[in-house]
């Protein structure tokens, strides 16, 4: 036998509810309650085994109740029946501990079912709400992998920047250690010159500082080249992100 609290503000839904389940020898309703405070007092001595819990009741509502009869008491399941099709309230229901949400529109036989089912320990969800929320799960799938896919394009881009910063670093590099050279090389052949006062000495200083401009320029442009390909291929990742939103 399974023992059900019917919990609901509306008399008339009582009356319904008492229609649809007195006809089933395995079901047995041991009381009526107009709000979720009243529910939690009757739950402690009538002990039953299944309540059907309306969402929206004044004084305390079907939330917030089934929040606290399923953390007192652990044999009792709650059975969401409500006029409420959306995302918020189911998900908030399956939060605090509720073993089933169906509509107050659901057949008879349906509500029937799911109440030994949930007895038993089994999840419900109403006929109506199935292909709406299996069609929502099959649409995020497809959006999670298309976020992958534009993961992956974002990788793959950041692995082609980092590439080209560690080729411009190698170039930038190879033109200092040029420039050194240069300079090293320079020097050395115009020791005796340094030594002797040379009058040749200001005009191989000069072509030296010549060069050394020449080279900085060099560098610069490389690292100018580098920051604008890095901004470029910046600029395309986020348009092609922007453009698979």
Known sequence: ????????DQKTIHTILESY??????????????????AIEQISHLQPDVVLMDLE???????????IITDRFVNTRVLILTVHDNDQHLNQSLKNGAKGYLLKNAPAEELINAIRQVNQGYFQLGRELVEKYLYKIIQLEAEIDEVSRLKKEVEIQSQTLEKINNQFGIVKKEIERETIKEVEK??????????TGDPNLQFEVDGISHRLKKLEKNVYHVSRLQLICFLILLALATFSILINL
């Open 1 to 8: 036998m399974i023992d059900i609290l019917i919990v609901d």
């Open 21 to 38: 389940l007195k006809t089933e020898s395995d079901l047995n309703i041991v009381g009526f309650a107009l709000n979720g405070e009243e």
């Open 57 to 67: 009741m004044p004084v305390m509502d079907g939330l917030t109740a089934t929040n």
């Open 186 to 195: 320079t020097l050395d052949r115009h020791k005796g010159f340094l030594i």
